[in-house]
């Protein structure tokens, strides 16, 4: 019996998220109030009470995200779960940065520092409408790839998100993610569309946006954190400070290998995965990866008290 934390990514974000638990525990206010003090700004007003155009901006999710996910977390801990009660911790994309947190790899304040940069490096790498992204369901990774390798024709297309046996993400140029969209149906995808994202985030056309995390990580302290980290662009356990760095480095232009992570959790004994912070789309996945894994939700006060009610 085995547990493992994980943390969502962009597009899980709702106006509203996180504000119970702020209410009910003091510690998951705190972390909104120490995002808002990094940020020099009222982040938490616009995450509860603000636009959901404005919350879905990159800059503004990705911190969010993070608050909301590590507000969970504390309350978690208020409840007495101890970190490493957890084997793994792990998150999509953005919630990387969430789980180091967690582990202590990376300080809440300058996690949001970070995530802030990585939002505004990553919109501002492509100009608006030259990249796109696109959801390939169907299809299994190495079809999607080569798919995604036949679509290029000189432009980027590569596979950014590995994130079920069922779902691909590709990303690249608009013109070269299009013809991947004609080409997966072609190949017999269930469903190919085009996603509602402002940049083609995990490719190559983020280079910029990767060098300015690389100068923007080299100034921030990280730990060896408490519980290992499965690391996206390699799907393996990463508990070294430079290599940590390196990695989150690479993770801006590198693919986001969540079905491989997810199966190694299980393969070395994880049966339970709770998705802590917003929505449920981490869990989905789990279950079409590993039937065997059985997975929690724990995003409100409500659902904190029932993960803590199972012997946290």
């Known amino acids: 019996m085995a547990l493992a934390l994980v943390f969502p990514g962009q597009g899980a974000q709702t106006v509203g998220m ?5 209410e009910a525990y003091p ?11 990094a940020l020099g700004e009222k982040l938490s007003d616009l995450i509860w009470n603000g636009s959901s155009d404005d919350l879905t901006l990159t800059a503004n999710a990705q911190p969010a995200l993070m608050a909301t996910s590590l507000a969970a977390f504390r309350a978690l801990e208020a409840e007495g779960f101890v970190t490493d009660r957890a084997a793994f911790v792990a998150g999509h994309s953005l919630g990387e940065y969430s789980a180091l947190a967690a582990a202590g790899a990376i300080g809440v304040a300058d996690a949001a520092r970070l995530l802030r940069l990585r939002g505004q490096a ?5 100009p608006v409408g030259q990249g796109a992204m696109a959801a390939l369901l169907g299809l299994d990774f190495e079809a999607a790839q080569g798919v995604a390798e036949r679509a290029a024709q000189g ?26 969209v004609e080409l997966a149906k072609e190949a017999g995808a269930k469903r ?24 923007a990580l080299a100034e921030v302290t990280i730990n060896a954190p408490t519980v290992p980290v499965v690391a996206n ?22 693919s986001v290998r969540w079905r491989e992570s ?18 449920k789309a981490l869990s989905g996945m789990v279950k079409r990866i590993d039937r065997g894994i059985t997975t929690r939700t724990v995003g409100t006060a409500d659902e904190v008290k029932a993960a803590a009610g199972q012997g946290a």
């Open 18 to 22: 996180g504000r119970d638990l702020a």
């Open 27 to 37: 510690a998951a206010r705190a972390v909104f109030d120490e995002v808002d003090a």
């Open 122 to 126: 990553m919109q501002e790498a492509v």
């Open 155 to 180: 432009q980027v297309c590569q596979a950014a998100n590995d994130n079920d046996p069922s779902q691909v993400v590709v990303s690249g140029h608009r013109e070269a993610v299009e013809r991947a």
């Open 192 to 215: 190919a569309l085009m996603l509602p994202v402002s940049a083609p985030f995990h490719c190559a056309l983020m280079q910029p946006a990767a060098e300015r995390m690389q100068a």
């Open 233 to 254: 662009v390699t799907a393996a356990p990463v508990s070294d400070p430079d290599e940590i760095r390196r990695l989150l480095v690479e993770q801006v232009t590198g």
């Open 262 to 279: 997810v199966a190694a959790m299980g393969a070395a004994g994880v049966d339970e995965i709770w998705e802590v912070g917003a929505g």
